[in-house]
C-alpha cells in the first residue's frame, strides 16, 4: 500500500496560492479528463486576446497571427488558481491522499548515505519572545521512500537542497523579469 501525503503551510490547500489567470487546461486533461463533470473552477472560456505594445505616444496593438502561439489564449480558461487547487485538493483527499495544512516543512531529513530521509515540521505555538506558549507543539519527522518538494518559485528548502546537490551546476543562471497584467 502506498501512503501520499501533503504538507502545506497555508491554512488550506488554496491559501498561499499568490495568483495564475489564465489557464491552458491540457495537463488537467491528461490528469482527470473529466474535470468538467467533477466540477472542477474552470468557467470562463478566453473569447478574444489583445496584445500592445505600451510607449509614451499610446499604445500600438499587434495583430494575434504575428504573436507566437503561447501568447494565443483561445481554449484556455480565465481562473482562480487559488479555487482550482483547492479542488484539487478535494480530488485527492477522495483518493486517500492526507493533506496536513498548517503545516510548513522546515527542515529536510537526510539518511546516513546522504539521500533524502523526509522532512520535519516546525514546533507550533511559539510565543514572540521564542518561548513555548500552552498551545506548544512539538514539530514531527516524516520519513518517506519519495519526497517531492513544490514549495513554488525559490522555496527555502529547495534551495538549500539545490546547494548541496549542486543542481544549477552547469545550467544557465535564474533570470527574472517584471511584467504588468491587466484582469
Ligand atoms: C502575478 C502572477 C501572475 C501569474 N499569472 C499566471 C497566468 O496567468 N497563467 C499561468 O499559467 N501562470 C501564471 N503565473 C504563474 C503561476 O502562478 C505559477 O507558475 C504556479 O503557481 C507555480 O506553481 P507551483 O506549484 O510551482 O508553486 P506555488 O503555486 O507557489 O505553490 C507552492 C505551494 O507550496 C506551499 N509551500 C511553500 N513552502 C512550503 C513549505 N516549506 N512547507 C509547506 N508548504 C509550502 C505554498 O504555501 C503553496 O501553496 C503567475 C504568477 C504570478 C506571481
Redesign the pocket.
Known amino acids: 500500500e502506498i501512503g501520499v501525503c501533503v504538507?502545506?503551510?497555508?491554512s488550506e490547500i488554496g491559501a498561499?496560492?499568490?495568483?495564475?489567470?489564465?489557464?491552458d487546461p491540457r495537463a488537467l486533461c491528461e490528469l482527470i479528463p473529466d474535470w468538467k463533470d467533477k466540477g472542477a473552477p474552470l468557467n470562463v472560456e478566453v473569447t478574444e486576446d489583445r496584445f500592445l505594445f505600451l510607449s509614451q505616444t499610446g499604445a500600438k496593438s499587434v495583430p494575434n497571427w504575428a504573436l507566437p502561439d503561447n501568447f494565443k489564449n483561445h481554449s484556455n480558461y480565465v481562473i482562480s488558481?487559488a479555487n482550482l487547487t483547492r479542488w484539487l485538493g478535494q480530488q485527492a483527499e477522495a483518493l486517500g491522499v492526507e493533506i496536513f495544512p498548517g503545516f510548513?516543512?522546515a527542515e529536510v531529513l537526510y539518511n546516513e548515505d546522504g539521500s533524502v530521509k523526509g522532512v520535519a515540521t516546525g514546533n507550533l505555538g511559539i510565543g514572540k519572545d521564542g518561548e513555548p506558549t500552552e498551545n506548544f507543539q512539538l514539530g514531527m519527522e516524516l520519513h518517506a521512500k519519495y519526497t517531492l518538494f513544490?514549495?513554488?518559485?525559490r522555496?527555502h528548502?529547495g534551495r538549500q537542497l539545490s546547494d548541496k546537490f549542486k543542481l544549477r551546476d552547469g545550467a544557465d543562471p535564474q533570470v527574472y523579469g517584471i511584467g504588468i497584467?491587466e484582469l
Open positions: 504538507l502545506e503551510k497555508g498561499h496560492i499568490v495568483s495564475g489567470a489564465v489557464m488558481l510548513p516543512a513544490c514549495e513554488g518559485a522555496g528548502l497584467k
